[in-house]
């Protein structure tokens, strides 16, 4: 079964830039859309970017536009989100997901990483 984890969070000062990486095992990514989510302490989860099935197109929600850019790599299986310009509220744990097989961004998203930690403090 297809199966997603995350990695490349961590501690940064505000400004700064984390990649995170989501590697996908069990199936390959090449049939799948892809989402980065974040859900902060108090807050509900925000779908936050997604990738399409076929890579030509992209999404973003408002809140990261312009700071955060979403990409994939089908040769290593792996999809990333570049962050750039952190702030404090960007805060929350980061998970990847994918809608079922063959349905693009958009759908229900089923399967889900653990997610990693972004902390943005001084």
């Known amino acids: 079964q297809l199966q997603l984890v995350e990695s490349g969070g961590g501690l940064v000062q505000p400004g700064g830039s984390l990649r995170l990486s989501c590697a996908a095992s069990?199936?390959?990514?090449?049939?799948?859309?892809i989402g980065w989510f974040r859900q902060a302490p108090g807050k509900e989860r925000e779908e936050i970017s997604c990738?399409?099935?076929?890579?030509?197109?992209?999404n973003y929600a408002d809140s990261v536009k312009g700071r955060f850019t979403i990409s994939r790599d089908n040769a290593k299986n792996a999809v990333y989100l570049q962050m750039n310009n952190l702030k404090p509220d960007d805060t929350a744990v980061y998970y990847c997901?994918?809608?079922?097989?063959?349905?693009?961004?958009?759908?229900?998203?089923?399967?889900w990483g653990q997610g990693t930690q972004v902390t943005v403090s001084l």
């Open positions: 069990g199936s390959t990514l090449d049939y799948y859309a």
């Open positions: 997901a994918v809608p079922p097989a063959g349905w693009d961004c958009g759908y229900q998203f089923d399967y």
């Open positions: 990738v399409s099935r076929r890579g030509d197109n992209t």
